[in-house]
């Protein structure tokens, strides 16, 4: 199957049916394929061919929703990009891929103008064979703290993802999916696939303001709300505050992924949207998901991620390579169709993460994260390779604390930088609370060696483009309080 099928299988089921919305407008099945079909025209008289990349710069709307669909029609690779992205990764990511064409935000209304044109005209591009192991789309990572580097996706390895998550999440065609991330991030990406595999309608919502989240879930009649921490956080506080809903509440599912989402958080989403799932799902973009938490048990095993995804297999490793038992911990290695072929053009980072089955020669993923599997096949994540650390001689993870930080009344968001040289373990928070009392209340949740040295109370923590703590940045920001000692920090 290739990606421009989900689209055309849906307007052959309910070309009537509403697909896409954003801020200026919303278009049927039918609509959206027709101007994706007119976007593959408009590619071809600009020279685009099977195997070339197409660099797109645009926020995500229903005109990039439509271009990507006509990038894989013409059997080109999709590359997305973030509108945000500094010129210094947007350099490197050009010479990485080395497009033939890069159409940037400037380009947008030119470009769309032409499209346009074509979709009235019903201008048809000349046949292209696709097949479904061409690569559909390259995503870059975020480059926070090195060059971006590209994951390469096929058509049949984004089409069998798309299917399996389907399968356990179960999008209908009366669902409509608020979707608030770019489809530069593959998150944002899938849940267009995810909703014309349903035949639901997505609400493209990146551009909103934060205040107006709230009453446009409500008033959009969202049913599928995507979330990552940060956000599902939002949310959760606007309803607080809320006390006389203009709108009734139709969110029957919420669906988290990018970090553990704290059980207190989850709690609160259930008491504000009464009846809502919240499904807790683990993955890398290298394979796209590994293990969901099927919605139906979604209050069972809180401390599981899932079940790996149907047809896929999960792998708990030790150092050697020999696989674990269950309940023990080691590194979370993923087998399966869904498994990318790879980085675009990085030999010896692709032979680091993705090696061959020393058996059958299955290519596996080594996503350098570590986990558990227990009896029934329940999937268990630690924590990130970068998460996990030593301290006073004990091994603990990021996670852990920022869990309990969060289980403190008070505590709106939590971070925790690891220790590094001469700098001690570091929580930020945003919170109500002085930072000692923060401190004193960690010491009843966590042992003594887990309690960081250092607490520092943030008006609002800084996150990546894709919602995560930027840790990164906040390590920069401690060391260069530890250099110049400023009030208000708690040792």
């Given at each position: 199957?290739?990606v421009h099928s989900?689209?055309d299988e849906?307007?052959a089921?309910s070309?009537?049916?509403y697909a ?7 278009w049927?099945y039918?609509?959206l ?7 593959e025209?408009?590619?071809q ?7 070339d990349?197409v ?12 271009l990507m ?7 080109a ?7 945000g992205m ?9 010479a990485?891929?080395?497009p033939v064409?890069v ?5 947008t209304a ?7 044109r ?5 201008s ?18 975020s ?7 590209g ?10 993802a798309t299917m ?6 179960g999008y ?12 530069s ?9 995810l ?11 990146g ?5 107006r ?6 008033r ?6 995507p979330?990552v921490p ?9 309803a607080?505050?809320d006390?006389?809903?203009e ?9 988290n ?9 989850i ?5 504000a949207?009464d009846?809502a ?9 290298e394979?796209?998901r590994?293990a969901?938490m099927?919605p139906e048990?979604?209050?069972h095993?809180?401390?599981s991620v899932?079940?790996p ?16 038992g269950p309940?023990?911990v080691?590194?979370?290695?993923a ?6 072929p790879g980085y ?5 980072l692709?032979?680091r993460a ?15 994260d570590?986990?558990s599997l227990?009896?029934d ?6 924590g990130?390779r970068?998460d996990?650390f030593k ?9 852990e604390?920022?869990?309990a930080?969060l ?8 971070a925790?930088v690891?220790p590094?040289g001469d700098r001690?373990?570091?929580l930020?928070v945003e919170?109500?609370?002085?930072p000692?009392t ?9 042992e003594?060696q887990?309690?960081?040295?250092l ?6 923590i800084?996150?990546?483009?894709h919602g995560?703590?930027?840790t ?9 309080e530890l250099?110049?000692?400023?009030e208000?920090?708690?040792?």
């Amino acid at each position: 199957m290739l990606v421009h099928s989900f689209l055309d299988e849906a307007e052959a089921r309910s070309p009537d049916a509403y697909a896409v919305q954003d801020a200026a407008g919303r278009w049927t099945y039918r609509e959206l394929a027709r101007h994706s079909r007119a976007a593959e025209y408009w590619l071809q008289t600009r020279g685009v061919q099977r195997g070339d990349r197409v660099v797109v710069q645009w926020e995500t709307t229903r005109e990039l929703v439509a271009l990507m669909f006509g990038v894989s029609r013409r059997g080109a690779v999709f590359v997305p990009l973030n509108p945000g992205m500094k010129q210094y990764h947007l350099e490197s990511v050009i010479a990485n891929a080395e497009p033939v064409l890069v159409l940037s935000a400037a380009d947008t209304a030119d470009t769309w103008a032409g499209i346009e044109r074509a979709a009235d005209e019903g201008s048809l591009a000349e046949p292209t064979t696709v097949e479904p192991q061409d690569v559909a789309v390259l995503v870059y990572t975020s480059g926070s703290t090195a060059a971006p580097k590209g994951v390469v996706e096929p058509h049949a390895q984004i089409a069998f993802a798309t299917m399996s998550i389907g399968a356990v999440l179960g999008y209908r065609d009366d669902d409509v999916v608020f979707c608030r991330f770019p489809v530069s991030w593959d998150y944002g990406l899938y849940k267009v696939l995810l909703s014309c595999h349903g035949r639901s309608e997505i609400v493209l919502a990146g551009a909103e303001s934060d205040l107006r989240l709230l009453s446009l879930i409500r008033r959009t009649g969202a049913t599928v709300v995507p979330i990552v921490p940060s956000l599902a956080a939002m949310i959760a506080t606007l309803a607080e505050r809320d006390t006389s809903p203009e709108e009734p509440n139709r969110v029957r599912m919420f669906t988290n992924t990018g970090a553990a989402l704290p059980q207190p958080t989850i709690e609160k989403l259930r008491k504000a949207f009464d009846g809502a799932r919240v499904v807790r799902q683990f993955g890398q973009t290298e394979c796209k998901r590994i293990a969901v938490m099927p919605p139906e048990l979604d209050d069972h095993r809180p401390d599981s991620v899932g079940l790996p995804l149907p047809g896929t297999r999960v792998l708990i490793l030790d150092e050697d390579g020999g696989e674990l038992g269950p309940g023990q911990v080691g590194e979370i290695v993923a087998a399966g169709p869904h498994v990318m072929p790879g980085y675009w053009r990085a030999p010896e980072l692709t032979a680091r993460a993705f090696r061959p089955d020393p058996v059958t020669g299955e290519p596996r993923l080594h996503t350098g994260d570590y986990g558990s599997l227990d009896e029934d096949g329940f999937l268990y994540f630690e924590g990130r390779r970068d998460d996990m650390f030593k301290r006073k001689g004990i091994r603990m993870s990021t996670l852990e604390i920022e869990a309990a930080a969060l289980d403190v009344p008070g505590v709106h968001a939590a971070a925790v930088v690891p220790p590094s040289g001469d700098r001690d373990l570091c929580l930020f928070v945003e919170a109500d609370l002085p930072p000692h009392t923060v401190l004193r209340e960690l010491f009843q949740r966590l042992e003594p060696q887990k309690v960081p040295s250092l607490c520092r109370v943030l008006e609002r923590i800084p996150l990546t483009a894709h919602g995560k703590n930027a840790t990164a940045e906040l390590a920069r920001m401690l060391d260069a309080e530890l250099a110049a000692p400023a009030e208000g920090v708690a040792r």
